[in-house]
């Protein structure tokens, strides 16, 4: 199994210097959990040096609830320094741990080609293409009460269409190799009554650009209450040939490789043996088993 999707820091922390030592005791965990190769994906909006190229991407926004609570967010954020980030994975890679070094790369519309200009200058081995946001709406920032208000503003269907219509764009502008979370528009627990239709865009979306999709066992931890994506999805997935990596998306050390055993069984379950794994963003598969350690 691979962990494909982990952070260096809860979204609260401010303190963003990453350690060789921290590295290693995610790999030990993972290890401990039958995951045998983590990615280290860390938010692109946590980095100083994306600050001038992303910064205002809300100034448009009519809303001033939400205008200012990103601000604020933003703000919150951005403060790391990527080259710091890269020099710990690489020194993390170069001591021979399982690790390899990703992003979490989030849909900025009409931004795209100046990002993947900025990350060009760096040797990733993966990019997470994520969808947080709905123009300026973080529908997913479930301690935002501006962001959770919004839920009962807008109609599900419409958000749902909308979130899919970022992830299209994100998908055709070719910058990133996985579609993270691929339906994490439930994630505050909001569906429509036919979703189908959503998720048959999802996967063209992944089929037409090439792009692996992420099993994650985050949405767990959600009030979504169910991995992502959801079974019947990852069932469209699987039968499609949509490449597929697994991931927690961990925020700190105990979540870690958390529910990979489920996540294995998932894969079982629509007759997926192997995970897509990457090294300086080519994609290579490994065999998908769970470890010979878990029950
Ligand atoms: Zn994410
Ligand atoms: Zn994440």
Redesign the pocket.
Known sequence: MLDYHLHLWPHGQRDTDPTLDQVSAYCDQAAAHGVTEIALTEHLFRFRQADHLLRGFWDDEPNAALRASMEVYWDDHARADLDRYVGCVQAAKDAGLPVVLGL?VDYYRGRMDDVATLLAGYPFDVLLG?V?WIGTWRFDDLDDPASMDEWSARDVDDAWSDYVTAIEELAASGTCDVL??PDLVKVAGHRPATPEECWDRLVEAAVSSGMAAELSSAGWRKPAAEPYPSPPLLRRFARHGVPLTTAS?AHRLADVADRSAELARLLAAVEVDTLRAFRGRRPHDVPCHAGADLP
């Open positions: 979490e994520s947080h993270a979370h998306d």
